[in-house]
């Protein structure tokens, strides 16, 4: 059987028409990491996607850049939308992107939901920052500007205070259980007054211990305050919604943490000021009133009062006096009129005028028949009593 030798152009060119018949790679979906990015001055994109074995060329047009919510740069994870398809000059196949996402957004969004509903971020346990902290636990990287920012940020506001540096991995793989092992290990030895968890800014990846669940809960489970300063200011990860307070950098969290002890030397100073001016207006406010009250009356002729209680006495006891004579003068003149008209009814006045009254068994006789002959009776004279027989 005998070749026949085709050209390079005409193989790469069956090999893209092959590609292109094939539906899958027309319509793909694929997530990597991008590395060797390059923004062309046309407006292209040109990258390379990689996973832990393998790479694929990418070209994003400017025609589809518009649409991008985000900056791509190297070492970010994304997920891309293109064709698959052969570039003939080179004879490479490469993926012609349509559109690109960050990758992770939507078991981010999964979990911010599940950690709301069970009310992780509800304002109700927030925790008050101490306005004086002693000591403030700082849980970031070792080395880098962070941990130096927030050193120089707190020392010059205030001298005293004392800043207790717990190092941890603020990225990669296992860095989220290290910093949640680090804020218990902060709240079981009470090594801080107020906990600042930070790092610089980064990619959505560089930043995703922060938003694993496994912090957050710690967070939440802390009973020491904590600060979270995590990236840039318009960076957001799920440990600023459980955080107590969030910082839109490091410097903001030293800021927000420690009290500026010149500004406080200046507030004492003016409420001082204040104070003495508010002193000084309330003694000359009392001192008008204690003129006002020495000044009255009472002050100066103080027994005038009592003078004048004494008079009103001394009417009353006239007034009683006199109620009582006028009431005893009349009682009596009741009793002697009652006397009088009581001796004009006495059987015994009778008795003065020669009368007598005759009884039997201590009763008056009344009539001539209440007797009989020889009853025994008594007689009731002005000036004693006989006994007498009727006959």
């Given at each position: 059987?005998?070749?026949e030798?085709?050209?390079?152009?005409?193989?790469?060119?069956?090999?893209?028409?092959?590609?292109a018949?094939?539906?899958?790679?027309?319509?793909?979906?694929?997530?990597?990491?991008?590395?060797?990015?390059?923004?062309?001055?046309?407006?292209?994109?040109?990258?390379?996607?990689k996973?832990?074995?393998?790479?694929?060329?990418?070209?994003m047009?400017?025609?589809?850049?518009?649409?991008?919510?985000?900056k791509?740069?190297?070492?970010?994870?994304?997920?891309?939308?293109?064709?698959?398809?052969?570039?003939?000059?080179?004879?490479?196949?490469?993926?012609y992107?349509?559109?690109?996402?960050?990758?992770?957004?939507?078991?981010?969004?999964?979990?911010?939901?599940?950690?709301?509903?069970?009310?992780?971020f509800?304002?109700?346990?927030?925790?008050?920052?101490?306005?004086?902290?002693?000591?403030?636990?700082?849980?970031?990287?070792?080395?880098?500007?962070?941990?130096?920012?927030?050193?120089?940020?707190?020392?010059?506001?205030n001298?005293?205070?004392?800043?207790?540096?717990?190092?941890?991995?603020?990225?990669?793989?296992?860095?989220?259980?290290?910093?949640?092992?680090?804020?218990?290990?902060?709240?079981?030895?009470?090594?801080?007054?107020?906990?600042?968890?930070?790092?610089?800014?980064?990619?959505?990846?560089?930043?995703?211990?922060?938003?694993?669940?496994?912090?957050?809960?710690?967070?939440?489970?802390?009973?020491?305050?904590v600060?979270?300063?995590?990236?840039?200011e318009?960076?957001?990860?799920?440990?600023?919604?459980?955080?107590?307070?969030?910082?839109?950098?490091?410097?903001?969290a030293a800021?927000?943490?420690v009290?500026?002890?010149?500004?406080?030397?200046?507030?004492?100073?003016?409420?001082?000021?204040?104070?003495?001016?508010?002193?000084?207006?309330?003694?000359?406010?009392?001192?008008?009133?204690?003129?006002?009250?020495?000044?009255?009356?009472?002050?100066?002729?103080?027994?005038?009062?009592?003078?004048?209680?004494?008079?009103?006495?001394?009417?009353?006891?006239?007034?009683?006096?006199?109620?009582?004579?006028?009431?005893l003068?009349e009682?009596?003149?009741?009793?002697?009129?009652a006397?009088?008209k009581?001796?004009?009814?006495?059987?015994?006045?009778?008795?003065?005028?020669?009368?007598?009254?005759?009884?039997?068994?201590?009763?008056?006789?009344?009539s001539?028949?209440?007797?009989?002959?020889?009853?025994?009776?008594?007689?009731?004279?002005?000036d004693?009593?006989?006994?007498?027989?009727?006959?």
């Amino acid at each position: 059987m005998k070749y026949e030798a085709i050209s390079v152009s005409e193989l790469n060119q069956y090999i893209k028409e092959k590609i292109a018949n094939d539906e899958m790679l027309n319509n793909v979906l694929i997530k990597g990491e991008i590395s060797n990015f390059k923004n062309h001055y046309t407006g292209h994109l040109y990258f390379t996607l990689k996973d832990d074995h393998s790479l694929i060329k990418c070209i994003m047009f400017k025609t589809y850049t518009s649409n991008l919510k985000f900056k791509p740069r190297d070492g970010m994870k994304v997920m891309v939308f293109g064709t698959v398809s052969v570039f003939e000059r080179d004879g490479v196949y490469q993926i012609y992107c349509k559109a690109m996402q960050e990758d992770g957004m939507g078991s981010l969004y999964t979990a911010y939901e599940e950690l709301e509903k069970e009310g992780l971020f509800d304002i109700q346990y927030k925790k008050k920052i101490p306005y004086m902290p002693k000591v403030v636990g700082v849980l970031t990287s070792q080395t880098g500007s962070v941990i130096r920012d927030i050193i120089n940020v707190s020392t010059r506001r205030n001298p005293n205070v004392y800043i207790r540096l717990l190092p941890v991995p603020v990225q990669g793989e296992g860095a989220g259980i290290k910093i949640a092992e680090a804020i218990q290990t902060m709240n079981e030895q009470n090594l801080a007054d107020v906990i600042i968890l930070a790092r610089g800014g980064g990619s959505l990846e560089d930043l995703w211990p922060f938003n694993e669940e496994v912090v957050a809960r710690a967070i939440f489970a802390s009973k020491l305050p904590v600060i979270s300063a995590v990236g840039h200011e318009t960076d957001f990860t799920i440990a600023d919604f459980v955080a107590d307070l969030r910082a839109p950098t490091p410097s903001a969290a030293a800021e927000l943490a420690v009290a500026d002890v010149v500004e406080l030397e200046h507030k004492l100073t003016n409420y001082q000021n204040r104070f003495k001016i508010s002193l000084k207006k309330k003694v000359e406010f009392m001192r008008l009133k204690y003129e006002k009250c020495i000044s009255t009356r009472a002050f100066k002729e103080p027994l005038q009062k009592i003078n004048e209680h004494y008079v009103q006495i001394d009417m009353l006891l006239k007034t009683i006096e006199h109620g009582i004579s006028t009431q005893l003068n009349e009682g009596k003149n009741r009793a002697a009129q009652a006397i009088a008209k009581l001796d004009a009814l006495s059987p015994l006045k009778t008795l003065t005028r020669g009368y007598c009254i005759a009884q039997m068994d201590n009763k008056a006789i009344k009539s001539a028949e209440a007797v009989k002959a020889g009853d025994e009776i008594q007689l009731k004279f002005v000036d004693g009593n006989r006994n007498a027989k009727i006959v």
